[in-house]
């Protein structure tokens, strides 16, 4: 577990420390969208038209050596959120604090669907950057429609192979590392929705800005009584940052309460 960066502050190492430019993740999470999406195109019916937005590709040979020996979709290390309420890293197992601060890179959120297809086997992926305007395919074009084929899951009812995936890229104020936290379920998936909602009103008054944020936990009581109290993530907005990351963010409590929509 890395060390408590300072109350509302992040220290100078962002200013020594560079991350890979929004420019160069951008083209690696094109590049592996493209190519999930031509390996489901090749498996589709002739008369199936895919809604993805074709993408050129920009990759230089580093770029396509790695992404032949290390695919990957997943920026930086996983993160996901436990059913005991906390945040952790997937590689280590590490919960993450509530006093940590993230910039949020919300125009590199990859959405769309994956398949596991089982240990050792690659998941298929058809996924493409919301903020590049991919959009999401109708459900029936990506096959596996047989309802009776489908594995039986957790709750006892057939689980859907193609479940719906949000990824949103995070860097660490303290160290700029960066992390990708995914999110399969509804809860995780609105809690995404929630923090892009902000982000657009954002871009409204400071189109130059991302929002820092902290990964808090919040929750509610099912109805159902033998299933209990839910965790959910919540994305807590602290601040906003410059996109370039040349400067502190401001997370004071009055940047955040100042980001309202002109009329």
Wanted: hydrophobic share 35%; proline share 6%.
């Amino acid at each position: 577990m890395q060390n408590k960066p300072q109350q509302g502050k992040l220290p100078t190492e962002l200013h020594s420390k560079r991350r890979p430019s929004p420019e160069q993740i951008r083209a690696t999470q094109k590049a592996d969208a493209e190519k999930a999406r031509a390996a489901e195109q090749a498996k589709l019916p002739a008369k199936v038209v895919s809604t993805a937005v074709a993408v050129p590709d920009s990759r230089n040979e580093v770029q396509r050596y790695l992404d032949e020996i290390a695919p990957a979709s997943i920026v930086g290390r996983l993160i996901k959120f436990s059913k005991d309420g906390k945040f952790i890293t997937n590689d280590d197992g590490e919960s993450i604090g509530d006093d940590v601060d993230f910039i949020a890179l919300c125009d590199q959120t990859l959405i769309g669907y994956v398949k596991f297809n089982g240990e050792g086997m690659p998941p298929d992926r058809h996924m493409g950057l919301l903020y590049d305007g991919f959009a999401m395919p109708q459900r029936e074009t990506l096959g596996d429609t047989d309802v009776a084929k489908w594995e039986i899951g957790l709750d006892g009812k057939p689980s859907d192979p193609w479940q719906h995936h949000v990824y949103l890229v995070l860097q660490r104020g303290d160290t700029a590392e960066l992390f990708t936290y995914a999110a399969s379920s509804l809860t995780g998936r609105r809690a995404i929705g929630h923090l892009l909602r902000h982000y657009d009103r954002l871009q409204k008054t400071h189109a130059d800005m991302f929002p820092v944020i902290r990964l808090k936990v919040g929750g509610f009581q099912h109805r159902d009584e033998r299933v209990g109290w839910v965790h959910v993530p919540v994305f807590a907005v602290v601040g906003r940052a410059p996109k370039d990351s040349a400067a502190k963010p401001d997370s004071s409590i009055g940047a955040d309460l100042n980001d309202e929509i002109p009329y």
